[in-house]
């Protein structure tokens, strides 16, 4: 069935590292795929999507780009803050009509240290 | 505009118990969707609503089932809780209709846990 696979954590990194969390998925057809980011005692913040292959989302610093060919949408930021610590969750949309179901990985702890 | 509203943040029951929550959406949102988060199990689908109609179920027992009313807001029940139904569950809003990106807004969470 449809998955979404990341890389295990934690992942801890110095402030002013460069911050790659890896997400692949599987799927027929092109659905859209989402970063969200939870904090400590809070739900999810939408982080990033992306809609169609190619595509490049981006926000507050942190960039993913859809790529069809290696079914993947790696999170990127070039330089963390202690802030960014937090759990980060890569999604795809089931299917590629009209669903509010979201298919989620497993989650990516971040820890940043100053 | 205000984010998704759930309440109550936190409950705590006793097996056998049933519960209810709510999930007050994003203005203007039609579709409601439902998340049980853990540990183990990271976060699942339970179901989501659109013109208070349920149009898509994840693989959970009869006990979970849900409603949404014709302002948009949800409710979940749970009946005849059990242990493992302790978690978070999360309520997410979007604008629903045709639209193909479908991204999701989530509220706090609901931390339900039962003794």
């Known amino acids: 069935g449809d998955s979404v696979t990341q890389m295990e954590g934690p992942v801890t990194l110095s402030e002013e590292a460069f911050l790659t969390i890896n997400c692949t998925y599987t799927?027929?057809?092109?659905?859209?795929l989402f970063w969200y980011v939870q904090y400590p005692g809070e739900g999810l913040q939408l982080l990033l999507k992306?809609?169609?292959?190619?595509d490049k989302g981006s926000n507050k610093g942190f960039e993913a780009t859809y790529r069809k060919e290696t079914t993947s949408f790696h999170l990127e930021k070039g330089s963390v803050q202690v802030s960014d610590s937090a759990v980060y969750f890569c999604?795809?949309?089931?299917?590629?009509?009209?669903?509010?179901?979201?298919?989620f990985g497993q989650g990516t702890t971040l820890q940043v240290k100053p | 505009k205000a984010g998704v509203t759930q309440t109550p943040r936190y409950l705590i029951k006793t097996r056998g118990q049933q519960v209810t929550l709510s999930c007050s959406p994003i203005?203007?949102?039609?579709?409601v969707s439902w998340y049980q988060q853990t540990p183990g199990q990271g976060l699942q689908f339970l179901f989501e609503?659109?013109?208070?109609?349920?149009?898509n179920k994840g693989n959970f027992p009869g006990r979970f089932s849900g409603r949404q009313f014709s302002n948009s807001r949800s409710e979940m029940n749970v009946s005849t809780l059990e242990l493992g139904d302790s978690a978070l569950y999360l309520c997410?809003?979007?604008?629903?209709?045709?639209?193909?990106?479908?991204?999701?807004?989530f509220g706090p969470g609901t931390r339900l846990t039962v003794t």
């Open positions: 997410a809003s979007s604008i629903g209709g045709t639209t193909s990106s479908y991204e999701q807004y």
């Open positions: 799927a027929t057809g092109y659905p859209s």
């Open positions: 992306a809609t169609k292959a190619d």
């Open positions: 999604a795809r949309q089931e299917g590629s009509g009209n669903t509010g179901k979201l298919i």
């Open positions: 203005s203007g949102h039609r579709s």
């Open positions: 609503y659109f013109s208070e109609t349920q149009r």
